[in-house]
């Protein structure tokens, strides 16, 4: 399966959102590194970003195709509940093995034009 890498360096930046790339950029990477592996563990993390991301979009996509119920309707409150609920279990998606291959397969790719 070949990712469409020149796609995802292009538009990467509008993907992610300022606060993310702070966040990102101010994680523990060790100083003893060389330059190379800060790099490689920088590209890593935006990697496992990036998958959580488009978790959270594919949990939004599929939570639009269930229609709603007139009985039980939480309204906003339950828009929020799930949107947050979406958040948290895609921030777990890249360590979770059926996932974390998606976010090494984009290392694997990117990492090559390093």
């Given at each position: 399966?070949?990712?469409?890498?020149?796609?995802?360096?292009?538009?990467?930046?509008?993907i992610?959102?300022?606060?993310?790339?702070?966040?990102?950029?101010?994680?523990?990477?060790?100083?003893?590194?060389?330059e190379?592996?800060?790099?490689?563990?920088r590209l890593?993390l935006l990697?496992?970003?990036?998958?959580?991301i488009?978790?959270?979009?594919?949990?939004?996509?599929?939570?639009?195709?269930?229609p709603?119920?007139?009985l039980?309707?939480?309204?906003?409150?339950?828009?929020?509940?799930?949107d947050?609920?979406?958040?948290e279990?895609?921030k777990?998606?890249p360590?979770?093995?059926?996932?974390s291959?998606?976010?090494?397969?984009l290392?694997e790719?990117?990492r090559?034009?390093?």
């Amino acid at each position: 399966m070949e990712l469409n890498t020149n796609l995802i360096q292009q538009n990467y930046s509008q993907i992610l959102s300022e606060h993310d790339l702070k966040k990102i950029k101010h994680q523990q990477i060790s100083s003893n590194l060389t330059e190379q592996e800060r790099a490689e563990q920088r590209l890593r993390l935006l990697a496992n970003e990036f998958t959580s991301i488009l978790l959270k979009q594919m949990f939004k996509a599929m939570r639009n195709t269930v229609p709603k119920g007139e009985l039980i309707n939480g309204g906003y409150a339950e828009e929020v509940f799930t949107d947050m609920l979406d958040g948290e279990i895609s921030k777990l998606g890249p360590t979770d093995p059926g996932f974390s291959s998606l976010g090494k397969l984009l290392y694997e790719q990117l990492r090559e034009q390093l």
